[in-house]
């Protein structure tokens, strides 16, 4: 027991689990405290999502994806569509809508970009993501460019929160999206355990060695990459039902840079790093912003976490659990 | 003959006088104990707590030139009416946060309302954020003055008929619409047999408002047929550092008039490569905002001669100091407290401060006790204050209700030495009414310009006329 706690903390499901559950319990106490820190954990668990598709690309596959913005804003581009061109505000059908048109992209763009590895496919991604970008920027008599397409405040089964109060209606929102992600996780956890996930494992640690043992690489980080875009539209179409508006800026370079700082602060190398990372990003992003310089601030940090953590804060989690359980086993 | 009041009569009349007199005075006691007495007026306990103001700028990056100036005025404000013994004796206390993405603006936004249990907002200046922070405010009911964001999308659709929050600065459409009306009138555009236009205008929402507000405007004025556009251009805003493209295609079409709404760096860049081209010689540029903000960084050496706009809101010399003493006083203390000289973000953040103070006073006369958001509303509605750029008025009814509106001002540019900058020079006032829609016009907005205020020029101006 205490073996496999040491192996596995943060990558086994159960502490996913614990962690998320934890979250959950907490947010009515820090709500009732802190009503501004709830609406940060509501920000937090909303880009559990993304973090997580995009460590599967780059945890996982080895492959880091400087465009994940992109994704993000097809998500909410599709939200945004669908009710502007169609009346629907139902979450549930505008998931259903992010994931079939993310699906779409990915099938478009992946088929070329996941030829390329290491630098070539971060700025490959990139450009195709700014191309995006600058899309929804000109056609503004379509997406409304920068004054955005404005969306009500979504329905879940056809139930209209409308009437709600803030309070109220945040609650439904952060169990809502809660919920979502313990599914979310359960999913990603069942695919980088199972031998597909092992497969891309086995591509990140040795391309070579894959392809020569019959793996063939480019189906899996094609497959790899249709999940990791879906991932990341969901949480397009969450943080624009958060936010309820939708402009250009969530398929900007900055949130594919949003994307790749939250996981690297997690750890991208244990499963529970994303988790851990997004809503440690939003804590400490909502708390520089006292501050005049707090860009400055995210930069020192992002610094501080190259040089004395690269692991992450999952990765020094683990060195804690180990420590602990080393000097407790030396006592006992 | 004249006739010479003798003593007798004088007595006569000093005693008819003082029976009517009495009588009248009697009989108005009597009606008066008729009357129940008026109430003592009821005056509760103010609470001595501070009142709580939230403050949300650009700090960094490239609006910062907006932002800080914005952040600064409302900051003086605070200072000034807190050391004349706060609103009716309470001192305001201020937080300041970041404007960033929508995302994360709303998100600060709702830290500053949930956690910081602000009592009003003043904040903004990027248009993508007003209708992300507008319906929030609505739902969080937290009384709220945007500053900027100006686009007339903003109570047009997203919150049309809004409660909780106001904006200071003129719509957006009254930018291009003033800067063109300007121009026609410095310029002397009417004596023209045909004009040539040329366009630059940053590649996003307000490049494309400033655009088709000021072209239908001369479209308009001048009569359709006299205006010839020889080119256009929307360069990515804060994109383009290098214009020398651009200002050569200019100059090679050989426009009479070039208008841009190019504002920030992007002016910048563009003024100080088009000189080295000769550009402002061989025509005149005409821009709605380029001397709106922080001037002495953003048209330090800006040519003279040309038409300079404020994006229709305020310059720090207008109304002239000694006509008008509010002006004086706010550009005095703005300088003594940080050292440079006010613009249009600063004076907005400053009115909106001294609205609130204003319609807390005026709730409170009529109520007599600190008043609730229900009641700062309520007396804000219609209301009218002089601010540093002259009277703002808040608008009441639809459409754009809860927009202040005040007049504008277009000039000519021209170097101070007193400053060490480019000024406003010859300033024309254009009257906020004869160019924005009035209260109540029932039309619907413009499907290619996407405003009220285009479609209402279109169907209501009358061709060849100057509306002001």
Same mark, same amino acid.
């Given at each position: ?6 192996r596995?903390f943060?990558?086994?499901i ?11 319990i907490?947010y009515?106490i820090?709500y009732v405290?802190?009503p501004?820190?709830g609406v #940060?954990?509501?920000?937090?668990v909303?880009?559990i999502?993304?973090?997580?598709g995009?460590n599967?690309?780059?945890g ?15 998500g909410?581009y599709t939200v945004g ?6 009346g629907i505000?139902n979450?549930?059908?505008?998931l259903?809508?992010?994931?079939l ?15 390329y590895?290491r ?6 991604m990139?450009?195709?993501?700014q191309?995006?970008?600058s ?6 008599w379509?997406?409304?460019g ?12 056809g ?6 109060d ?11 999206v ?10 990603m956890w069942?695919?980088i ?9 086995s ?5 070579t060695?894959?392809?020569?043992i019959?793996v063939?690489?480019y189906r899996?980080?094609l497959?790899a ?6 991932y990341?539209?969901i949480?397009?179409?969450?943080? #624009?039902?958060?936010h309820r508006l ?8 900055t949130?594919?840079?949003?994307v790749?700082?939250a996981?690297?602060l997690?750890?991208?190398r244990?499963?529970?790093?994303p ?5 440690v990003?939003h804590?400490i992003?909502s708390?520089a912003?006292?501050?005049?310089y707090?860009q400055?601030v995210m930069g ?10 690269p692991?992450g804060i999952?990765h020094?989690a683990?060195?804690?659990?180990d420590v ?9 | 003959?004249?006739k ?5 009569d004088?007595?006569?009349g000093?005693v008819?006088?003082?029976?009517v007199?009495?009588i009248?005075?009697?009989a ?19 609470p ?5 103001a939230?403050i949300?700028?650009? +700090? ?6 907006w932002?800080?100036?914005m952040?600064?005025?409302a ?5 000034e $009416? ?5 609103i009716?004796g *309470? ?5 300041v946060?970041s ?6 603006t ?5 830290t ?7 009592d ?5 200046i990027?248009?993508?954020?007003t ?9 969080l009911q ?5 500053v900027?964001?100006?686009?007339d ?5 997203v919150?049309?008929?809004? %409660? =909780?929050?106001?904006r200071i600065?003129?719509i ?12 026609i009138k410095l310029l002397?555009?009417?004596?023209k047999?045909k004009v040539?236009i040329?366009?630059?205008?940053p590649?996003y929402a307000?490049?494309r408002n400033?655009h088709?507000?000021?072209q ?7 009569g359709?047929? %006299?205006?010839e556009?020889?080119y256009?251009?929307f360069?990515? +805003?804060?994109k383009i ?5 651009y200002?050569?295609e200019?100059?090679?079409? *050989? ?7 190019l504002?920030g760096?992007?002016?910048?860049? =563009?003024?100080k490569q088009a000189?080295?081209?000769?550009l ?11 001397h709106?903000?922080?001037p002495a960084?953003a ?10 706009g404020?994006?229709a ?9 000694d ?5 004086k ?7 003594? *407290?940080w050292g440079t000289y006010?613009?249009?973000p600063?004076e907005?953040?400053?009115v909106a401060v001294y +609205?609130y103070?204003n319609a ?5 006369t009529?109520i007599g ?10 007396a804000?509605?219609?209301m009218t204050?002089?601010?540093p ?5 808040v608008?009441a009814?639809k ?11 277009v000039g ?8 060490g900058f ?9 009257? $906020? ?6 209260e109540?016009?029932?039309?619907t907005?413009?499907?290619k310009?996407g405003t +009220?205020?285009?479609?209402?020029i ?10 002001v």
């Open positions: 027991m205490v073996e496999r706690l040491k596995f943060g990558d086994d159960k502490t996913n689990f614990i962690f998320l559950t934890i979250i959950a907490l009515p820090i405290f802190s501004g820190w #940060v954990l509501g920000h937090g909303t880009w999502s993304a973090l997580l995009f599967l690309l780059f996982y596959t080895g492959l880091l994806s400087f465009g994940h913005a992109l994704f993000l804003g097809v909410a569509f669908m009710y502007k061109y169609l505000n979450i549930e059908l505008h259903l809508g992010g994931i048109s993310s699906t779409v992209v990915a099938l478009i763009i992946g088929p070329i970009v996941v030829r590895t630098i070539f496919f971060a700025i490959f990139l450009a195709i993501a191309i995006l970008w899309l929804y920027y000109k056609f503004y379509v997406t409304g920068t004054d955005g397409i404005k969306i009500p405040r979504f329905s879940i089964l139930i209209s929160l409308e009437k709600l803030f309070a109220t209606y945040h609650h439904v929102y952060f169990y809502f809660t919920g979502l992600t313990f599914i979310l996780v359960y999913i069942r695919i355990n199972s031998p597909f996930g092992l497969t891309l494992k591509i990140r640690d040795n391309e060695r894959a392809r020569f019959g063939d690489i899996a980080r497959y990459f249709i999940i990791s875009a879906i990341a539209s949480t397009g179409v969450l943080a #624009v039902n958060h939708v402009t250009p800026d969530i398929a900007y370079w949130t594919s840079g949003k790749v700082f996981t690297l997690g750890g991208a244990i499963f529970i790093g988790i851990v990372g997004s809503f990003f804590i992003e708390f912003m006292k501050f005049i707090w400055m020192i940090l992002i610094i501080a976490i190259v040089i004395l953590m692991g999952a020094l683990r060195t804690l659990v602990v359980v080393s000097h407790r086993r030396r006592g006992g | 003959m004249s010479k009041t003798g003593r007798r004088f007595l006569k000093l008819s006088g003082l029976v007199g009495g009248a005075g009697v108005g006691t009597e009606i008066y104990r008729g009357l129940a007495p008026p109430p003592p007026p009821v005056r509760e306990e103010i001595t707590t501070p009142i709580k939230g949300q700028a650009y +700090l960094t990056g490239g609006g910062a030139l932002g800080k100036p952040m600064q005025g900051i003086l404000a605070i200072e $009416i807190n050391e004349r013994g706060g009716l *309470r001192k305001i206390e201020y937080v946060k404007e960033t993405s929508p995302e994360e709303v998100r600060e936004y709702r500053l309302v949930l956690d910081e249990k602000i009003f907002y003043v904040g903004l990027s248009s993508s954020n209708p992300a922070v507008g319906p929030v405010a609505e739902e937290t009384l709220t003055f945007f900027d964001g100006c686009t999308f903003l109570f047009e659709s919150v049309p008929d809004p %409660r =909780f929050c106001f600065t003129n957006q459409s009254a930018d291009g619409v003033a800067a063109a009306i300007g121009a002397n555009l009417t004596e047999d040539r040329a366009h630059i205008h590649d307000y490049g400033a088709a507000h000021m239908i405007t001369f479209e308009k004025v001048l359709k047929d %006299r205006v556009v020889v256009e251009a360069p990515g +805003l804060f550092t290098d214009f020398s493209p200002i050569t200019i100059i090679a079409n *050989r426009p009479d008039i070039l208008a841009s709404s504002w760096a992007d002016v910048v860049n =563009f003024y000189i080295g081209y000769g402002f010689e061989k025509m005149k540029y005409v821009s709605c905002i380029a709106a903000a922080s960084e048209v330090k050496d800006f040519p003279d001669g040309h038409i300079a404020v994006h809101n305020y310059f720090f010399l207008y109304p002239e100091w006509k008008y003493p509010i002006n006083s706010f550009v005095n203390n703005y300088y003594r *407290r006010p613009d249009s600063s907005g953040a400053y +609205l103070k807390v006073e005026k709730a409170y009529m006790r600190f008043p609730e958001v229900d009641d700062i509303i309520r804000l509605e219609g204050i002089y601010g750029a002259g009277p703002i008025h608008r009814e459409p754009n209700k809860h927009q202040c509106y005040k007049d504008g001002i000519i540019s021209k170097y101070d030495p007193r400053f480019s000024v406003l020079d010859k300033p024309i006032v254009i009257p $906020i009414s004869k160019i924005t829609v009035p109540g016009w029932e039309g907005p413009d499907p310009a +009220l205020a285009y479609s209402w279109r169907e209501t101006w009358r061709e060849g006329v100057v509306p």
